[in-house]
Nanobody
Framework: QLQLVESGGGSVQPGGSLRLSCVTS????????IGWFRQAPGKEREGVLC????????NYADSVKGRFTISKDNAKNTVYLQMNSLKPEDTAVYYC???????????????WGQGTQVTVSS
């Protein structure tokens, strides 16, 4: 059974940093892509970053370029989302999900985690 569990969310002031973790089980990160998505109140879920089985990253959101990075540790079955220079507009529930590749279509991501809340506020 494929499972993904996010952690690392919390409250932070503008300009601060957080690192989210997505711990996976039931499959190998060598062969699956993991995407990070976020959903702010009243808005649609949007893609943030994705990392392929080969370790290549895909950026889905121009708003996070230069601030967020994605990485993974296959031995720990964990994908990370490092978020720096956080802004109030980054406030959202952040989700990770698995797919065969870093698709631009959210429907290609099959199994999702439960999400972790990130709040950026002074």
């Amino acid at each position: 059974q494929l499972q993904l569990v996010e952690s690392g969310g919390g409250s932070v002031q503008p300009g601060g940093s957080l690192r989210l973790s997505c711990v996976t089980s039931g499959f190998s990160l060598d062969y699956y892509a993991i995407g990070w998505f976020r959903q702010a109140p009243g808005k649609e879920r949007e893609g943030v970053l994705c990392i392929s089985g080969a370790g290549e990253s895909t950026n889905y959101a121009d708003s996070v370029k230069g601030r967020f990075t994605i990485s993974k540790d296959n031995a720990k079955n964990t994908v990370y989302l490092q978020m720096n220079s956080l802004k109030p507009e980054d406030t959202a529930v952040y989700y990770c999900a698995e797919a065969k590749f870093c698709s631009v279509f959210r429907g290609d991501f099959i199994t999702w985690g439960q999400g972790t809340q990130v709040t950026v506020s002074s």
